[in-house]
């Protein structure tokens, strides 16, 4: 099994060959043990638009692709390099439909932005590399059809991913649930856990779920206007240190006060609950969605699970999780 250490500086060393640096950020939490069998690489939320003026991922600056190129690539490198022995996924918002249909997400399809010449590399190298997509509220629309070059693998684009027997990924959207006028607490986060942690493969109708649950009109709309994208990003945070004693079975680790991390893993523990998790228990989750790096912590219920934030490839940044061994951190691609 790899290192931590080894993993880092393999990834360092083949982003170096390419003209880039991988930089050290405040995020990072070490376990007193090993806690990941298998490395992790996580590309955070991405937001590509159409290569116009307005586009949030290029910020005016195409060498932006030319860095996520290399990054793919690398990623793509190390796989071949460790073959299967490695999991490589991106964390939702690949796509940015809302800011290129100024709706609905559900509703349009893809043809401006996998037809932007200035993506045409990324879009290729992402469908030769199979890279799994949790569905993120910014590109729920993959919630009913897949771009084109990604159309015969509806498998890896997902609500949730296990990453082996403890680590468990999604969008992180849904740490700002509240559940609709009428419906207990309880019956809407095991509808929530249901929808996102059944694991099925293949892309299906979000309502085609809810009818065979037979959930309840009102709880029936809810979820359907949390992934199709009804709900708004969050303002960025302010999240401050946290300054609790560390949990047990953490050695190392820089933590901050989280928004709603209670309700997030709370989620995810019921997922392990689920027929279709085979036993696994996540202690650790991994998000993106916010755009802000972060590790959080919290005893979900009288367990620690952390929650690590992944970050983004939006206004300036360009963020690489990185976990292997017994460490878990985020780095920024320079």
């Known amino acids: 099994m790899a290192s931590f250490h080894e993993v880092v500086a393999d990834i360092r060393t083949r982003l170096a060959r390419k003209g880039f640096t991988l930089n050290d950020t405040a995020v990072r939490v070490s376990f007193n043990g090993p806690r990941f069998d298998t490395p992790i690489l996580a590309i955070p939320d991405v937001h590509l638009c159409d290569g116009t003026a307005g586009d949030i991922f290029l910020e005016g600056d195409a060498r932006r692709a030319h860095k996520l190129v290399a990054v793919l690539g690398v990623i793509g490198d190390y796989m071949d390099s460790q073959p299967l022995s490695c999991y490589a996924l991106q964390l939702g918002d690949w796509f940015d439909l809302w800011r290129v249909s100024g709706g609905d997400p559900a509703q349009m399809t893809y043809g401006k932005i996998q037809n932007a010449a200035v993506y045409k590399q990324i879009l290729q190298l992402d469908a ?46 849904q740490h700002d649930l509240a559940p609709p006028a009428g419906s207990s607490w309880d019956e809407t986060v095991v509808h929530v856990a249901t929808i996102i942690g059944a694991l099925a493969p293949g892309i299906t109708h979000l309502e085609e779920y809810i009818d065979r649950l037979g959930g309840l009109p009102g709880v029936a709309q809810w979820l359907r206007d949390t992934f199709l994208g009804v709900r ?86 360009a963020n690489l999780l990185v976990a292997a061994g017994d460490t878990i951190a985020v780095y920024d691609v320079g």
């Open 232 to 317: 708004r990003d969050p303002p960025q945070p302010h999240r401050p240190p946290d300054q609790s004693l560390l949990p047990a079975g953490i050695r190392a680790g820089g933590f901050v006060v989280r928004e709603n991390v209670d309700a997030l893993a709370s989620v995810v523990d019921k997922i392990g609950s689920l027929p279709a998790s085979h036993g696994r228990r996540a202690d650790v989750v991994i998000v993106g969605h916010s755009h802000a790096p972060c590790a959080a912590w919290t005893d979900t219920p009288g367990r620690p699970i952390v929650v690590v934030d992944a970050g983004s490839w939006v206004y300036g940044q």
């Open 128 to 173: 030769d590399l199979g890279l799994a997509h949790v569905v993120g509220n910014h590109d729920a629309g993959f919630l009913r059809s897949l771009p084109d070059q990604r159309a015969g693998q509806p498998a890896l684009f997902r609500l949730g991913f296990w990453l082996g027997r403890n680590v468990y990924a999604l969008h992180g959207h």
